[in-house]
């Protein structure tokens, strides 16, 4: 089994619909990041979390929410999605030493209509 | 702002060719530097990293990359390229050892490996 999931893989919604996107890690790590890469960009942070109860906003959080439900367990929600939020979302985990890897999830396409 | 910059978005080489890929980052401390490679549909895998220790960072498949200060770069490369290495290839720095959270990632390189 995979070490970082992504639910769901894809997902076509509307415009001012609310969606969640859910990250599921078995690494036991305590640190866990949500990315969004469009084409030419690379990957830019949205939101991270040291623990349950320490989150923390990205380069590009306004639009964007997020819940760490558990130490395994990190949602993004859209409120109200747009159309550019169109992306492929990554989750993605890590240790807490400096020089740690991170780990990421297979990805979630999603496209806002 | 630091940044990263990956030069060609597109590289193609014929199979058995040298691969070279180049990255140049602006940070103002000696950072982390990273090689990520993404196959399609799926997530990103850490090919190597430099971590202040040895300048010439082998990795995984066959990959290795130099960090070069005076440059401000890191270019991977690879003898010998494998139709298995096209892929995407992503650059990353974090600026500096305490902000290894906040990774900045290059646009990316897409590579081609003609038989």
């Known amino acids: 089994d995979a070490d970082v999931t992504q639910t769901p893989r894809n997902r076509i919604t509307k415009t001012g619909k609310r969606i969640m996107l859910e990250c599921s890690q078995t690494k036991g790590h305590d640190r866990m990041y949500w990315y969004r890469q469009d084409p030419g960009l690379g990957l830019r942070l949205i939101y991270y979390s040291f623990d349950v109860k320490d989150i923390n906003k990205g380069e590009i959080s306004d639009g964007y929410s997020v819940s760490r439900q558990a130490q395994a367990k990190f949602s993004l929600s859209l409120e109200s999605a747009i159309p550019n939020q169109t992306a492929l979302y990554f989750c993605?985990?890590?240790?807490?030493?400096?020089?740690?890897?991170?780990?990421f999830g297979p990805g979630t396409r999603l496209t806002v209509l | 702002a630091q940044s990263v910059t990956q030069l060609g978005s597109h590289v193609s080489v014929s199979e058995g060719a040298l691969v070279l890929l180049r990255c140049n980052y602006s940070s103002s401390v000696p950072p982390y530097l990273f090689w990520y490679v993404q196959y399609p549909n799926q997530g990103l895998q850490l090919l190597l990293k430099y971590t202040s220790a040895a300048t010439l960072v082998k990795g995984i498949n066959g990959f290795e990359a130099e960090f070069k200060k005076s440059e401000t770069s890191f270019h991977l490369t690879k003898p010998s390229a494998h139709m298995s290495d096209a892929a995407e290839y992503f650059c990353a720095v974090s600026p500096t050892k305490s902000s290894y959270d906040k990774v900045i990632f290059g646009p990316g390189t897409s590579l081609s490996v003609i038989p």
């Open positions: 993605a985990t890590r240790g807490t030493s400096s020089t740690d890897t991170q780990y």
